[in-house]
């Protein structure tokens, strides 16, 4: 029986409440040729169980995955080794299940861990504090910036142009709504990241300094030059971390002076799963602990003086009075956030050390065949595991063209700036621990032969 428990007196009333004219008018931000009048064309209403299933495997099939092919896709999402271990250990039915405490202080088994995934965030990005997680780094580099107009009581940001284009997107797609002022830097395929005109851009009315470390095209910026640039003028530094094994290698973003540190926890457990689900990470200066988005979990004593995990805060409207909250993050991705603790438990200091220092060397080596290459050259002068190449044809059509030949040859930046003519020729290149040199030898053939 179905459930309408509303007539249309009804709907015109909330629809007067809010001041539309009808429910059309609640979709007018989604393109027209997005909006479907109908059945999908050439798709049955209905089919078997059977051809429905051979139907979807046949598309599957299609896949050119990461494991079965040479792989140098980075752009935000890395291939890296995850144990077998951490696969196992996430479908205990005591983590599985455990989507998130509304009764927090019940499920302790889900608090440590989200108090144990909380340290090691912290440590990682060189912060006071850190919260249970978010849904991705794109989402979480808004909470970031919706944090510091509340601490700054400014409206105004500053995105590098080294910022991931999508978590600028992101950014800008939510101050649209919040009214908040964003100076958003143009994506430049050079050597160096754009430092000096972050810099300049900042002023007395900047509430925020977003940038990213490595940036989008893996080159590393000089992330104490620019805190203390921000600081002078009264602003917060937000650095944003899409690959947290670089912090195996690099300084740490908190102990470079970044107020608030977030990023992507993907790499480390969660892995690539076609896009998604990813995992949010956030960590800040305990100043700034009463303003951060979403919850933290803390360590007290019982009545009998054991050890226990309690819900220390939660600022989510869920809990506290709407006007009150400081995001509106409902939960958290709380079993990705577990495969992000195992995995990083599993690795430790050291191993986390030797992890990066592989990729590194990895990226180094993929960099030395590929600038060989007739044609090719190496733009960037620093990287961790990331560069970016120019190539003498549009880079989608050279992936395209690897592809065909069974490698996955990197991301074309036109993809991720599709309105930038000016950077069709440039492919940035990934390479991880994963990456062994007979990929490299394979991948440097293959495009001498297709840029032949």
Request: charged share 15%; proline share 5%; glycine share 8%.
């Amino acid at each position: 029986m179905r459930m309408l428990p509303l007539g249309a007196a009804d709907r015109a009333a909330m629809l007067a409440t809010i001041g539309a004219q009808a429910i059309d008018d609640l979709f007018v931000d989604v393109p027209a040729e997005a909006v479907l009048h109908g059945p999908i064309p050439g798709l049955p209403l209905h089919a078997s169980e059977r051809a429905v299933e051979r139907h979807m495997a046949a598309l599957s099939a299609q896949n050119l995955t990461a494991e079965q092919a040479p792989f140098f896709c980075g752009a935000g999402a890395y291939r890296h080794h995850i144990p077998a271990s951490v696969d196992h250990l996430i479908q205990r039915g005591e983590f599985l299940t455990a989507y998130t405490p509304y009764q927090p202080e019940i499920a302790q088994g889900t608090l440590q861990v989200l108090f144990e995934f909380q340290t090691q965030v912290a440590r990682l990005f060189g912060c006071d504090v850190a919260n249970a997680s978010l849904y991705d780094g794109s989402t979480a580099c808004w909470e970031a910036i919706a944090m510091a107009t509340r601490v700054t009581r400014r409206n105004r940001a500053v995105l590098s142009g080294g910022l991931h284009p999508h978590y600028a997107e992101t950014a800008a797609t939510m101050a649209r709504f919040a009214g908040d002022d964003l100076c958003m830097l143009p994506t430049r395929a050079e050597a160096d990241s754009d430092d000096a005109a972050v810099i300049a851009a900042i002023d007395g009315q900047t509430a925020a300094v977003v940038v990213q470390y490595p940036d989008v095209m893996g080159r590393i910026p000089d992330l104490a030059a620019i805190a203390a640039a921000a600081h002078a003028q009264g602003a917060l530094l937000i650095a944003v971390v899409t690959e947290p094994v670089a912090l195996g290698l690099i300084e740490s973003p908190g102990a470079l002076g970044a107020d608030v540190v977030v990023g992507e926890g993907q790499a480390l457990g969660v892995g690539l799963q076609f896009g998604g689900p990813y995992l949010g990470l956030f960590a800040c200066s305990e100043k700034f602990l009463r303003q951060m988005p979403g919850r933290l979990c803390g360590e007290t004593v019982d009545a009998d003086g054991k050890r226990g995990f309690v819900l220390t805060l939660s600022t989510r409207e869920q809990h506290i009075r709407r006007e009150k909250a400081t995001s509106n993050i409902c939960t958290n991705s709380g079993l990705c956030a577990l495969a992000f603790s195992i995995h990083l438990s599993l690795l430790g200091g050291s191993g986390l050390e030797r992890m990066a220092s592989i990729s590194h060397s990895r990226a180094v080596a993929t960099a030395r065949a590929l600038g060989a290459v007739a044609g090719v050259s190496v733009i960037n002068h620093t990287w961790f595991n990331e560069f970016a190449l120019r190539l003498p044809r549009p880079a989608a059509d050279v992936v395209e063209a690897l592809a065909a030949r069974g490698i996955l040859g990197g991301v074309p930046l036109s993809r991720l700036c599709p309105d930038r003519a000016d950077l069709a020729d440039v492919l940035l290149i990934a390479a991880t621990e994963c990456t062994d040199m007979h990929d490299i030898a394979a991948l440097a053939a293959a495009l001498g032969e297709v840029l032949a």
